[in-house]
């Protein structure tokens, strides 16, 4: 089945390094990716979207790549801060419908 | 801004209720969508709409239902609420063309007693 998978290991770092979180498909080849954000108790929140014909995109401190030979998609945040401390969910376009991952949970500290 | 709104935040019911959970968004966007989301799974797609009266099953559809009478309005509808239905539930909308980012309600959190 189509699948989106992302590493289910919090991520902790410290405030001002960059963060990397992984998003890697299988079974299938989506036309784009896109990447929310969820806080606790609250809905996720668009960020970014790549497709399949970019290999970078970038909005501030946010740095997202697509590559189609390894089947992953790479979500960046540069200069960490604590407050970008939530759980980045990566998705697969489909028709009309996106496919999610379970999210990596990110933790900056300061 | 975009605004989906879920009617309740936390609901407690019993077992063999019939259960609605109302969505509304206002931006007047085409498609809508009831995810349920759990640890470690992520959100599973229940049903999705792309216009009224029109639905389309997701991934997860057993023993749900929904409805979209009007536009801006999408229903979810446990039928007879089990225990394994303890989830958050997610409603979000957006417009037609199919890479367009999804807005999401805060999510009602429902417990099946």
Known sequence: SQKIEQ???????????????????TNYSPAYLQWYRQDPGRGPVFL??????EKEKRKERLKVTFDTTLKQSLFHITASQPADSATYLCAGGGYNKLIFGAGTRLAVHP | DVKVTQSSRYLVKRTGEKVFLECVQDMD?????????????????????????MKEKGDIPEGYSVSREKKERFSLILESASTNQTSMYLCASSRTNSNQPQHFGDGTRLSIL
């Open chain 2, 29 to 53: 966007h085409e498609n809508m969508f009831w995810y349920r989301q759990d640890p470690g799974l992520g959100l599973r797609l229940i049903y999705f709409s792309y216009d009224v009266k």
């Open chain 1, 48 to 53: 970014l979207l790549i497709r399949e014909n």
């Open chain 1, 7 to 25: 590493n289910s290991e919090a991520l902790n770092i410290q405030e001002g390094k960059t963060a990397t979180l992984t998003c890697n498909y």
